[in-house]
């Protein structure tokens, strides 16, 4: 139990609990920590037992000529992954993380200015050359009433 739950089985509050009976009660106080320390223990204990897999006595019931039979054996149960997961992500963290941390950020490099103007002229050039090999070869065609060449002229 919490302190919480605790001070509900007792009929008193939290604060009065952790506050004036631990205080007045030493013996008290030490037996409510002492059971969690062995309850954390027991649960240690069956989670280390399930992550290692372990034997444990069964009774089998058997009819042998009508009679009913029983027979104790030792049952395997094999080792539990999600057990040894818990167990190593916790005890071990550093080794055996769910989540992987990036050691080095990648940085982004800073282009000037002046290097993305040389870059945005270089292909505003070529693309005017690529719209006059296009309207010259709609003149050719002699389809260059349909091609607007107002839209896709571009200015400096």
Same mark, same amino acid.
């Given at each position: 139990?919490?302190?919480?739950?605790?001070?509900?089985?007792?009929?008193?509050?939290?604060?009065?609990?952790?506050?004036?009976?631990?205080?007045?009660?030493?013996?008290?106080?030490?037996?409510?920590?002492?059971?969690?320390?062995?309850?954390?223990?027991?649960?240690?204990?069956?989670?280390? =037992?399930?992550?290692?897999?372990? /034997?444990?006595?069964?009774?089998?019931?058997?009819?042998?000529?009508? +009679?009913? $039979? &029983?027979? #104790?054996?030792?049952?395997?149960?094999?080792? =539990?992954?999600?057990?040894?997961? /818990?167990?190593?992500?916790?005890?071990?963290?550093?080794?055996?993380? +769910?989540? $992987? &941390?990036? #050691?080095?950020?990648?940085?982004?490099?800073?282009?000037?200015?002046?290097?993305?103007?040389?870059?945005?002229?270089?292909?505003?050039?070529?693309?005017?050359?690529?719209?006059?090999?296009?309207?010259?070869?709609?003149?050719?065609?002699?389809?260059?009433?349909?091609?607007?060449?107002?839209?896709?002229?571009?200015?400096?």
């Amino acid at each position: 139990m919490d302190n919480e739950e605790i001070a509900g089985a007792l009929g008193l509050n939290v604060a009065t609990l952790t506050g004036e009976w631990f205080r007045d009660y030493p013996d008290f106080h030490t037996a409510i920590k002492e059971g969690r320390i062995h309850a954390d223990a027991n649960i240690g204990s069956a989670l280390y =037992d399930r992550a290692m897999g372990y /034997f444990a006595p069964e009774i089998k019931v058997f009819v042998i000529d009508g +009679n009913v $039979v &029983e027979h #104790e054996v030792m049952k395997h149960y094999p080792p =539990d992954y999600k057990a040894l997961q /818990f167990w190593l992500t916790n005890r071990q963290a550093e080794r055996w993380k +769910n989540k $992987v &941390e990036v #050691e080095k950020k990648q940085e982004c490099p800073v282009i000037p200015q002046e290097e993305l103007d040389a870059i945005y002229a270089r292909n505003l050039e070529k693309q005017k050359e690529a719209m006059a090999k296009v309207m010259g070869r709609a003149a050719r065609l002699g389809i260059a009433n349909y091609v607007d060449s107002t839209a896709v002229e571009i200015d400096d």
